[in-house]
T-cell receptor, first 112, second 109 residues
Framework: TAGITQAPTSQILAAGRSMTLRCTQDMRHNAMYWYRQDLGLGLRLIHYSNTAGTTGKGEVPDGYSVSRANTDDFPLTLASAVPSQTSVYFC???????????FGQGTRLTVV | GQNIDQPTEMTATEGAIVQINCTYQTSGFNGLFWYQQHAGEAPTFLSYNVLDGLEEKGRFSSFLSRSKGYSYLLLKELQMKDSASYLCAVRDSNYQLIWGAGTKLIIKP
């Protein structure tokens, strides 16, 4: 069972470059989320989507954009990476905003 | 602001019982979640409380008191594989999850 898949697993990115983190789920979940996880801090919500065609800003959206063209895919784009965006990024999905979330395996991004 | 507090780290002995506390101050409350996260891996769902009281699931139990803004996760018969971080998260009035920084649990033989 695939569940929710992220790519790449890890990446080193030069500052100023753009990059898209991919996220795909096969559970037909309506809601999808992007979080970043930094040492000593809780997971912080970057962007979310409650259903295909809609997106919303989370707690730390600046420097990131998302799209939700269909139910399965929820890519996260960094337009011009900065070192402070070095983090582990988790994509998650849930059947609705009222149920538990399932997480992808994470993308470890280092911006140098 | 919104805040979730948990101890940073706890140590316990294999076979023993440990209680991990979580206190929260959020704008609204629509449920509290506990997740387990092994080092380098994704968080996985453990439990969900929306009403006061104890929810038991095998060796793990979770308790909620909404009036006190307090929850705990109780782990019994600890095993080495329980060494992980335990994350407390509260769903606020906008149905967004607010996460604590997690409690790293170290199990010693």
């Amino acid at each position: 069972t695939a569940g929710i898949t992220q790519a790449p697993t890890s990446q080193i990115l030069a500052a100023g470059r753009s990059m898209t983190l991919r996220c795909t789920q096969d559970m037909r979940h309506n809601a999808m989320y992007w979080y970043r996880q930094d040492l000593g801090l809780g997971l912080r919500l970057i962007h979310y989507s409650n259903t295909a065609g809609t997106t919303g800003k989370g707690e730390v959206p600046d420097g990131y954009s998302v799209s939700r063209a269909n139910t399965d895919d929820f890519p996260l784009t960094l337009a011009s990476a900065v070192p402070s965006q070095t983090s582990v990024y988790f994509c998650a999905s849930s059947d609705s905003s009222e149920t538990e979330a399932f997480f992808g395996q994470g993308t470890r991004l280092t911006v140098v | 602001g919104q805040n979730i507090d948990q101890p940073t780290e706890m140590t316990a002995t294999e076979g023993a019982i440990v209680q991990i506390n979580c206190t929260y101050q959020t704008s609204g409350f629509n449920g509290l979640f506990w997740y387990q996260q092994h080092a380098g891996e994704a968080p996985t769902f453990l439990s969900y409380n929306v009403l006061d009281g104890l929810e038991e699931k095998g060796r793990f139990s979770s308790f909620l008191s909404r009036s006190k803004g307090y929850s705990y996760l109780l782990l019994k018969e600890l095993q080495m594989k329980d060494s992980a971080s335990y994350l407390c998260a509260v769903r606020d009035s906008n149905y967004q999850l607010i996460w604590g920084a997690g409690t790293k649990l170290i199990i010693k033989p």
